[in-house]
């Protein structure tokens, strides 16, 4: 099992619809979630970041966590072409200064 | 600009020989990190620097993999005997100290080793 699972995508949104990125982990010691979006050729932007069960709302952007279930989610609203991009979900223990990233989700927006 | 840099943006070498890149992070930040990533996959932690201290190595750290920050500034991260599976974009981040604290990423260095 990877330590932080994305479904690839691609996740085929229209514009101005809602898009639901979703992540999982397997390490319950996890304490701080960063979600970062990166577009192709590109390094990685941070776009959220959340640390407390709930949800966690920047612009069009809502991070969302639950580590009972060890979940956590970005909802975009809004969606715009230029969202278009791959959505890295990264996870760091309460110890540990690194951080465990996932394969990441494609996004397509479509105008 | 203060963001995080990186030198240089693009390295093409040929296989067994070596290469170094650059890192500069946010002026405040004492905290760097490098990280590699391939096409299709997240980033991977390769190891990390407190100040000029060296804190953490991944296994993916091969001893072929030498990173130094001498002056707990810039950090450089060396490739010796270079091999086509080294081939990927190397990140460069850092961060203020503390355990929640953001990485910002520089721009990359993307390597291919003919």
């Known amino acids: 099992q990877k330590e932080v699972e994305q479904n690839s995508g691609p996740l085929s949104v229209p514009e101005g619809a809602i898009a639901s990125l979703n992540c999982t982990y397997s390490?319950?010691?996890?304490?701080?979630f960063f979600w970062y979006r990166q577009y192709s050729g590109k390094s990685p932007e941070l776009i959220m970041f959340i640390y407390s069960n709930g949800d966690k709302e920047d612009g069009r952007f809502t991070a969302q966590l639950n580590k009972a279930s060890q979940y956590v989610s970005l909802l975009i609203r809004d969606s715009q072409p230029s969202d278009s991009a791959t959505y890295l979900c990264a996870v760091k223990s309460e110890y540990g200064n690194k951080l465990v990233f996932g394969a990441g989700t494609i996004l397509r927006v479509k105008s | 600009d203060t963001g995080v840099s990186q030198d240089p943006r693009h390295k093409i070498t040929k296989r067994g020989q070596n290469v170094t890149f650059r890192c500069d992070p946010i002026?405040?930040?004492?905290?760097l990190y490098w990280y590699r990533q391939t096409l299709g996959q997240g980033p991977e932690f390769l190891t990390y620097?407190?100040?000029?201290?060296?804190?953490?190595k991944s296994r993916l750290l091969s001893d072929r993999f030498s990173a130094e920050r001498p002056k707990g500034s810039f950090s450089t991260l060396e490739i010796q005997r270079t091999e086509q599976g080294d081939s990927a974009m190397y990140l460069c981040?850092?961060?203020?100290?503390?355990?929640?604290?953001?990485?910002?990423f520089g721009p990359g260095t993307r390597l291919t080793v003919l």
């Open positions: 390490d319950r010691g996890s304490q701080s």
């Open positions: 620097f407190q100040n000029e201290a060296q804190l953490e």
């Open positions: 002026s405040e930040h004492n905290r």
């Open positions: 981040a850092s961060s203020l100290p503390g355990p929640t604290r953001e990485q910002f």
